[in-house]
């Protein structure tokens, strides 16, 4: 038997056990194929292995930025029981148990976790801030080693919000990006202790290093970049905020400049507590910058490739939830269209009230309209589906039923957990959504989502409101 162990970072005891009994290989990584799945924004996608060779353990470093043994970068050694290793200079800290009983003296709630389990991911900590959501009714708080406060000064491993989390090419070695913007300098920090912690300060909890400063705004890591632009972590006044900017050459094109101000002048009209909020838009050096809320959560992407596909009634209740923030938008005078629906766009809050679990993110695909309007290529600064996309999404003259449109493949998805394009094809009319192939759908469902993705923008339900109805009238029949 061997048993893994995630140690607080500062009392270095176990937090989270995960044992496996008959296996010959553990791969520990961010991706969820991995044995052992560690969301953190220095972990690769898959980091480490674990291997036996005959009555001992190997660990085997697959990692980019490393693994660490002792303070030293491994890159296969032999591990002795009690052994810690760190993934990334900055990661987190895991034990080994060879051959002995599991770990004892555990907090009454510390994950134990088996092979067979898949993790919860109500138990990661999933915004920026690292603040866990609060228990369920009923159920005790977590013990000191998960509170809020001490996951902000986690040595640097600064858990990342799934809707800007990089792609799995752009996760890894993203500091040697040549596109990052040229900032002031890295010493413009308030922290002057010297104890423990990577980027945050163990005595007062401010940063100890950043990338740089904007505007007052500490940067302390890229978060994503795209061909377009680049999206920071940042800390002002004791709060974490998503900072985003242009890249060169685009910087200096005004078509780009008016792309992201035309982003920020969108989400200055909005004033919902499920929307992100505009903290500023500025410009230095004549680049522009534009500070907003981090919403926290988990988006739906993640929760379905972790958890699987969610019921039909459960799908349907999210989607009257995306059905009210369209609406939302869609009664401004002109509309507000998001044009990129989608559910990594969609963040789900447990601990939300009632039908206010979801936060609509992701308003930056304006970029494509202003910049490459009608090129046919995938949009800037993205990794958006086409499945999600009406035919017109990318025209000036859309309308709100080019949001509408991704409804459908949306819920499809969350009931199916299978990528939407699979439920295209050719149906005598072109290319276009094919409801009947989505499994065990009542024909009435079938039927909404025919005609949400009817390619005729007018054939198409015509507000939010209509499609929530649609929705509602099934759930209740």
Same mark, same amino acid.
């Given at each position: 038997m061997i048993t893994l162990s995630l140690l607080h970072p500062i009392k270095q005891t176990p937090v989270q056990v995960w044992t496996f009994e008959?296996?010959?290989?553990?791969?520990?990584?961010?991706?969820?194929?991995?044995?052992?799945?560690l969301y953190s924004a220095v972990v690769s996608r898959h980091h480490v292995e674990l291997r036996r060779v005959g009555a001992d353990w190997e660990i085997v470093n697959l990692g980019t930025n490393g693994t660490y043994l002792d303070g030293k970068r491994i890159d296969q050694v032999t591990v002795n029981d009690g052994a810690v290793f760190r993934l990334a200079r900055s990661g987190p800290n895991v034990r080994i148990r060879l051959n002995s009983e599991i770990e004892t003296n555990l907090p009454t709630d510390v994950e134990k976790a088996s092979l067979s389990r898949s993790p919860d991911p109500s138990r990661f900590p999933t915004e920026v801030t690292d603040r866990r959501s609060p228990p369920p009714s009923g159920e005790s708080a977590p013990p000191d080693a998960l509170d809020a406060e001490l996951l902000r000064m986690h040595q640097g491993v600064i858990p990342v919000p799934p809707h800007l989390r990089l792609d799995d090419t752009e996760a890894e070695g993203l500091h040697h990006v040549?596109?990052?913007?040229q900032l002031s300098s890295s010493q413009a920090v308030n922290c002057r202790h010297e104890r423990g912690g990577d980027v945050f300060c163990v005595e007062c909890g401010q940063p100890i290093h950043s990338l740089g400063q904007v505007g007052g705004y500490q940067l302390l890591q890229a978060l994503g970049t795209s061909r377009v632009g680049t999206t920071y972590q940042a800390w002002q006044g004791g709060d974490l905020v998503v900072v985003k900017t242009l890249n060169p050459p685009w910087?200096?094109?005004?078509?780009?400049?008016?792309?992201?101000?035309?982003? =920020?002048?969108?989400? $200055?009209? /909005?004033?919902?507590?499920?929307?992100? %909020?505009? *903290?500023?838009?500025?410009? #230095?050096?004549?680049?522009?910058?534009?500070?907003?809320?981090?919403?926290?959560?988990?988006?739906? =992407?993640?929760?379905? $490739?972790? /958890?699987?596909?969610?019921?039909?009634? %459960?799908? *349907?209740?999210?989607?009257? #939830?995306?059905?009210?923030?369209?609406?939302?938008l869609h009664r401004f005078m002109p509309p507000?269209?998001?044009?990129?629906?989608?559910?990594?766009?969609?963040?789900?809050?447990?601990?939300a009230p009632p039908h206010q679990t979801l936060s609509l993110v992701g308003f930056g695909a304006m970029k494509q309209v202003v910049l490459e309007p009608s090129s046919g290529k995938p949009p800037l600064g993205s990794e958006r589906d086409v499945a999600y996309d009406a035919p017109e999404v990318l025209s000036l003259e859309a309308t709100p039923a080019a949001d509408l449109y991704a409804i459908a493949p949306l819920f499809t998805f969350l009931v199916t957990g299978q990528n939407p394009v699979y439920f295209y094809g050719d149906r005598g009319d072109g290319n276009r959504f094919w409801a009947e192939r989505v499994p065990s759908l009542h024909p009435q469902l079938m039927a909404i989502l025919d005609k949400l993705t009817d390619p005729r923008p007018a054939a198409r339900y015509q507000s939010a409101r209509a499609v929530a109805a649609a929705f509602q009238y099934f759930a209740e029949g």
């Amino acid at each position: 038997m061997i048993t893994l162990s995630l140690l607080h970072p500062i009392k270095q005891t176990p937090v989270q056990v995960w044992t496996f009994e008959n296996e010959s290989v553990i791969r520990i990584g961010r991706s969820t194929d991995n044995h052992v799945i560690l969301y953190s924004a220095v972990v690769s996608r898959h980091h480490v292995e674990l291997r036996r060779v005959g009555a001992d353990w190997e660990i085997v470093n697959l990692g980019t930025n490393g693994t660490y043994l002792d303070g030293k970068r491994i890159d296969q050694v032999t591990v002795n029981d009690g052994a810690v290793f760190r993934l990334a200079r900055s990661g987190p800290n895991v034990r080994i148990r060879l051959n002995s009983e599991i770990e004892t003296n555990l907090p009454t709630d510390v994950e134990k976790a088996s092979l067979s389990r898949s993790p919860d991911p109500s138990r990661f900590p999933t915004e920026v801030t690292d603040r866990r959501s609060p228990p369920p009714s009923g159920e005790s708080a977590p013990p000191d080693a998960l509170d809020a406060e001490l996951l902000r000064m986690h040595q640097g491993v600064i858990p990342v919000p799934p809707h800007l989390r990089l792609d799995d090419t752009e996760a890894e070695g993203l500091h040697h990006v040549s596109t990052l913007p040229q900032l002031s300098s890295s010493q413009a920090v308030n922290c002057r202790h010297e104890r423990g912690g990577d980027v945050f300060c163990v005595e007062c909890g401010q940063p100890i290093h950043s990338l740089g400063q904007v505007g007052g705004y500490q940067l302390l890591q890229a978060l994503g970049t795209s061909r377009v632009g680049t999206t920071y972590q940042a800390w002002q006044g004791g709060d974490l905020v998503v900072v985003k900017t242009l890249n060169p050459p685009w910087r200096d094109r005004p078509e780009a400049q008016a792309a992201l101000e035309f982003e =920020a002048d969108t989400l $200055r009209q /909005l004033s919902h507590s499920q929307v992100p %909020r505009l *903290i500023d838009f500025f410009f #230095e050096q004549a680049v522009p910058y534009l500070v907003m809320e981090l919403m926290r959560g988990q988006d739906l =992407a993640s929760y379905i $490739r972790v /958890l699987g596909a969610v019921s039909i009634e %459960r799908a *349907i209740a999210w989607i009257m #939830e995306t059905c009210t923030l369209l609406d939302y938008l869609h009664r401004f005078m002109p509309p507000i269209l998001h044009r990129n629906l989608q559910p990594e766009h969609l963040i789900y809050q447990p601990d939300a009230p009632p039908h206010q679990t979801l936060s609509l993110v992701g308003f930056g695909a304006m970029k494509q309209v202003v910049l490459e309007p009608s090129s046919g290529k995938p949009p800037l600064g993205s990794e958006r589906d086409v499945a999600y996309d009406a035919p017109e999404v990318l025209s000036l003259e859309a309308t709100p039923a080019a949001d509408l449109y991704a409804i459908a493949p949306l819920f499809t998805f969350l009931v199916t957990g299978q990528n939407p394009v699979y439920f295209y094809g050719d149906r005598g009319d072109g290319n276009r959504f094919w409801a009947e192939r989505v499994p065990s759908l009542h024909p009435q469902l079938m039927a909404i989502l025919d005609k949400l993705t009817d390619p005729r923008p007018a054939a198409r339900y015509q507000s939010a409101r209509a499609v929530a109805a649609a929705f509602q009238y099934f759930a209740e029949g």
